[in-house]
């Protein structure tokens, strides 16, 4: 059973006049990989930083463990391993050199259990080898591994699969829900990054000119919508101004020559029937897939007009 971990109560940040994180509260729970997910700007790397207690906080609290960061810091903060922004190693010494570095600042970290985070993150073939001959894919694994030496209950990384090409996203990706299930432990990630939050996480925030927009599983987040349709016709640019005029009652918009129609299941035999009696041909008829992209822009969107700050 997963039990809480973090818990944000009403964390605000303030510097001189100005409001930077405007009073968010989220938990996160054992076994999880909670997505913390912004534009650029938006508060992601602040809120990461008040949580390892790098920036204090104006007002709130922020408790890991049950321990409070305000009252209890070292208690609370000893059990998180964290990446902020980029991993900084010793680029002339190998990777287990760094690691045995990192250990002395730790009581009691064995040479078995700097193996044991090793394998863990696949670096068993390359760990002897010099930090500047390293991919950043494998940097960052060997920065994952440098924040699991003290047996951390939560991982926090900000911005884990920056500047990584299509297979290095995917390694860090499949680490990160590995830990998460296998250590039972607690992940917090943060990225702008919307097609792998989708696949990485289990739960997801949007966060926004410092305030907390929702928190949702991700598939009830994706899920969250009206009922659309994607209807593929011949000359579908040609017939949906008259489409239009025939079912005013209904949102129809062109995307890419096919329709996305927002209906019932029960009007698409009407619409196909339309289709058939004015000579255009339909070659298929599903339910729209929602993706993260879709709703984040959504939920982001200036209520005004403007665009999102990105």
């Known amino acids: 059973m997963s039990t809480q971990v973090v818990e944000l109560r009403k964390v605000t940040k303030k510097i001189r006049s100005k409001t930077i994180i405007d009073d968010i509260s989220f938990n996160v729970y054992t076994g999880e990989v909670f997505g913390f997910l912004g534009p650029n700007g938006a508060g992601k790397t602040t809120t990461i930083r008040m949580i390892v207690g790098l920036m204090e906080m104006s007002s709130g609290d922020i408790v890991i463990n049950g321990k409070s960061i305000k009252t209890d810091f070292e208690d609370a903060v000893r059990h998180v391993g964290a990446i902020v922004e980029n991993p900084e190693m010793y680029k002339f010494m190998s990777g287990y050199k760094n690691l045995v570095h990192y250990s002395r600042m730790y009581k009691g970290i064995s040479k078995e259990k700097i193996d044991e985070v090793v394998k863990l993150v696949g670096l068993e073939g390359r760990i002897n080898e010099k930090v500047k001959t390293y991919s950043l894919g494998m940097r960052q694994r060997l920065g994952i591994a440098q924040s699991l030496l003290h047996d951390p209950k939560v991982l926090i990384l900000d911005e884990p699969t920056n500047g990584l090409d299509p297979a290095g996203i995917r390694e860090i990706r499949d680490y990160i829900r590995k830990l998460a299930k296998e250590r039972d432990m607690a992940v917090i990630v943060s990225s702008h990054l919307l097609s792998e939050m989708e696949m990485m996480c289990d739960r997801i925030g949007i966060i926004q000119h410092g305030k907390l927009k929702d928190v949702q599983l991700i598939e009830d987040f994706v899920g969250t919508q009206s009922q659309v349709y ?51 041909a339909v070659y298929g008829a599903a339910k729209a897939a929602r993706t993260l992209e879709d709703r984040f822009l959504e939920v982001t969107s200036d209520k005004k007009g403007e665009p999102a700050n990105v």
């Open 230 to 280: 994607k209807i593929e016709i011949s000359n579908a640019d040609q017939i949906v101004a008259k489409m239009r005029a025939s079912f005013s009652a209904w949102e129809i918009e062109l995307v890419n020559q096919d329709l996305l129609i927002n209906c019932k299941k029960e009007d698409i035999p009407e619409i196909i029937k339309w289709c058939v009696e004015e000579g255009v």
